[in-house]
Nanobody
Framework: QVQLVESGGGLVQAGGSLRLSCAASGRTFSSYVMGWFRQAPGKEREFVAAISWSGGTTYYRDSVKGRFTISRDNAKNTVYLQMNSLKPEDTAVYYC?????????????????WGQGTQVTVSS
């Protein structure tokens, strides 16, 4: 069992940066694959990035490659999403999620644990 709490969202101008954090409870954080997803109004939840237990493997959706970086600090039970060169189309509620295996790491329904989400708004 793991509980997830996101923070770091806010309002930023296009071209700006934000860093999202997701703090996890429990002593087994390092055993979870962690993912970031987002959902804009009227749209389905979509994959953004994922990271393996050790941090050695990462995945990104094509539209954020080169702009977003996912990382984790297992000593702090925290996963991060550094977002640079933000665009208005990045506006969404961003969710942190956890799962036990790397299989289907880019698929929302494969994740069993979710945070409450944090709003990111990028103005043009």
């Amino acid at each position: 069992q793991v509980q997830l709490v996101e923070s770091g969202g806010g309002l930023v101008q296009a071209g700006g940066s934000l860093r999202l954090s997701c703090a996890a409870s429990g002593r087994t954080f390092s055993s979870y694959v962690m993912g970031w997803f987002r959902q804009a109004p009227g749209k389905e939840r979509e994959f953004v990035a994922a990271i393996s237990w050790s941090g050695g493997t990462t995945y990104y959706r094509d539209s954020v490659k080169g702009r977003f970086t996912i990382s984790r600090d297992n000593a702090k039970n925290t996963v991060y999403l550094q977002m640079n060169s933000l665009k208005p189309e990045d506006t969404a509620v961003y969710y942190c999620a956890a799962k036990n295996t790397i299989v289907d790491a880019t698929t929302a329904h494969a994740y069993g644990y979710w945070g409450q989400g944090t709003q990111v708004t990028v103005s043009s």
